[in-house]
């Protein structure tokens, strides 16, 4: 194989959005992963909550330039805003400082008619 070509292919690689891959985080026992846009002009970024499609934005007041969350940041109360997220990700279990309980228990449950 030509190494022009090869070049070429590995560039085009690295260009897919789908090998751009970030950073995965855990906070609390709660997976967090950037998603990758452009955030110019934004004064919060985006994480998925456990590999899901639910979402919750992080000020950047807590998040290094790279997208990692500072070492020491105390984010309890961006959770706390989104315990319904949180439980549609499959976080049922309480989470010290963030969450005492699931709201979706076994046994029955109120449906209005």
Not at 62 to 74: A, L, V
Request: aromatic share 8%; with cysteine.
């Amino acid at each position: 194989m030509d190494w022009e070509v090869l070049i070429r292919i590995i560039k085009h690689m690295c260009n897919r959005k789908a090998v751009k891959m970030s950073l995965i985080q855990h906070y609390k026992g709660i997976r967090l992963q950037l998603i990758k846009r452009n955030y110019k002009g934004y004064s919060a970024k985006r994480f998925t909550l456990g590999g899901t499609n639910q979402n919750v934005w992080i000020p950047n007041k807590h998040i290094e330039p790279d997208g990692r969350i500072k070492k020491g940041e105390n984010i309890d109360y961006v959770f706390r805003k989104a315990q319904r997220k949180l439980e549609l990700a499959g976080y049922t279990e309480s989470i010290i400082g963030i969450k005492r309980r699931s709201a979706i228990q076994g046994g029955d449950t109120y449906a209005p008619r």
